[in-house]
């Protein structure tokens, strides 16, 4: 009889057999990592970095179709820029204490609805929304900011303002308590230094069209942060004097009490002003688009009869604008308006019921008013000049609030340039 083998040898053969049957079951399980192909995306817009002597413009939010995946293989693909990221100047809110809680819950309801519950995340939104609001391209009250392009289905430049998140969900009591004590933290002097001076931000798991003319500076957890390019991506870009007159947002009635007594001091005034029933001819819209009217308005009639007027002629529209001017000579015949005509322009009435905007406004230079809420306000824009430049045409009228700049702002030139038409966020 053969010899035992010994039980080192024994154990060795075991250890052996083992591998011999693992190995191939890991590898198996377990197979090697291969990089993912970066997807071909359609074609982004050229980079372009705006001279300073030009405003940037607030392109509306577009993504290129892909799948998330894709989407974050591209994103790791762009660098960070290497350029200083400097931290943004403490804001503090300077404002009447009713209008301090409207900005509040606006900028609230922003962090906890675009970062959801994550505490980081609605610091570094805060930052942007601030951020904003210094800025000359954006409006100048936090609310406007927040709630921008709200009046349209598309076009919001934060989505859960038109996408009807704010019907489909309410936050919780500890959820809004923390929103609103980040939104005060923010408006009191707090800063989020790693996003610096970002306007604009996305998930990793997409690609707006924008993306290709800003910087990437930073990145908070899912969310990517930019800022712009050249000039208007640095410090002396922020330097507007903002507003501290906040408006009422509807929307935000069910969960912001500021909003709430607003929204019904505002409805009692809207059914005073509609009490009379509008007498003549109803306007039409413009062919090209059915939710919109250009009215010319007879300047002898009482200036509170104009909203009858835009009630009449909306009917019973989930969305609508009117426009309306006294001075014939300066009517449009689109809604693309020259400088002259958004000067002119006597009255506006601006309608979303998905968030539940309805403003009538007033051109209270030509038609003061009571109250100023009820007033089109002025947005002047502040261009630094360089420090050489060759001298320019002095630049024109400054436009109402309520009047949308259309693309880049005109470079100084004598011919007039169009701007577009309001928006509710000026909101």
């Known amino acids: 009889m053969a010899p035992s083998p010994s039980r080192p040898v024994t154990l060795a053969l075991t250890a052996v057999a083992a591998f011999a049957v693992a190995i191939p079951a890991w590898v198996v399980t377990h197979p ?3 990089p993912r192909p970066v997807a071909k995306l359609a074609k982004l817009p ?25 989407a974050r293989a591209f994103n790791a693909t762009v660098p960070f820029s290497r350029l200083p990221n400097p931290a943004a100047r403490p804001f503090r809110f300077a ?3 009713e209008d301090r809680e409207r900005a509040t819950d606006c900028l609230a309801a922003g962090v906890l609805y675009e970062a959801g519950d994550d505490a980081v995340g609605e610091r570094a939104v805060a930052q942007v929304v601030l951020n904003r609001l210094r800025h000359p391209a954006f409006p100048k009250t936090v609310c406007g900011v927040v709630f921008e392009g709200a009046e349209r289905s598309t076009g919001c430049q934060f989505t859960f303002t038109c996408d009807g998140a704010m019907t489909r969900w309410k936050p919780s009591e500890a959820g809004w308590k923390r929103a609103r004590a980040i939104a005060a933290s923010a408006l009191s002097g707090s800063v989020y230094k790693p996003v610096g001076h970002s306007t604009h931000y996305h ?3 997409v690609v ?9 500076v930073a990145a908070v957890g899912t969310h990517l942060f930019f800022r712009w390019s050249g000039w208007w991506g640095t410090p002396p870009a922020f330097n507007r004097q903002v507003s501290s007159s906040e408006p009422v947002i509807a929307a935000l009635a069910a969960i912001s009490p500021a909003h709430a007594s607003g929204a019904a001091l505002a409805e009692a005034d809207a059914a005073v002003l509609g009490a009379a029933p509008f007498v003549g001819a109803v306007p039409t819209a413009l062919p090209s688009d059915p939710d919109t009217f250009i009215v010319a ?7 509170d009869s104009w909203r009858a007027l835009a009630l009449a002629a909306c009917a019973d529209k989930p969305r609508c604008m009117v426009m309306g ?3 014939r000579a300066l009517l449009p015949v689109a809604a693309d308006l020259l400088p002259a005509q958004s000067e002119a322009m006597a009255f506006s009435y601006l309608r979303n019921r998905d968030t539940g905007f309805d403003r009538a406004l007033w051109n209270c230079a030509l038609y003061p008013r009571g109250v100023k809420t009820e007033c089109m306000k002025r947005q002047p824009l502040r261009v630094e000049a360089p420090a050489v430049a060759p001298a320019v045409a002095a630049p024109g009228p400054e436009p109402l609030a309520g009047v949308r700049r259309k693309g880049d702002a005109p470079a100084p030139a004598p011919t007039p ?11």
């Open 417 to 427: 340039t169009p701007v577009a038409r309001p928006t509710a966020a000026t909101r």
């Open 203 to 205: 998930t990793d798991w």
């Open 46 to 70: 050229p980079r372009r970095v705006v001279p300073q002597a030009e405003l940037p413009p607030v392109e509306p939010v577009k993504f290129v179709e892909l799948a998330p995946d894709d």
């Open 325 to 327: 001017w006294t001075d």
């Open 297 to 303: 308005l007879d300047a002898k009639s009482a200036p």
């Open 208 to 216: 707006p069209y924008w993306q290709s003319s800003l910087d990437k």
């Open 95 to 97: 404002g009447s204490l």
């Open 32 to 34: 090697p990592a291969i």
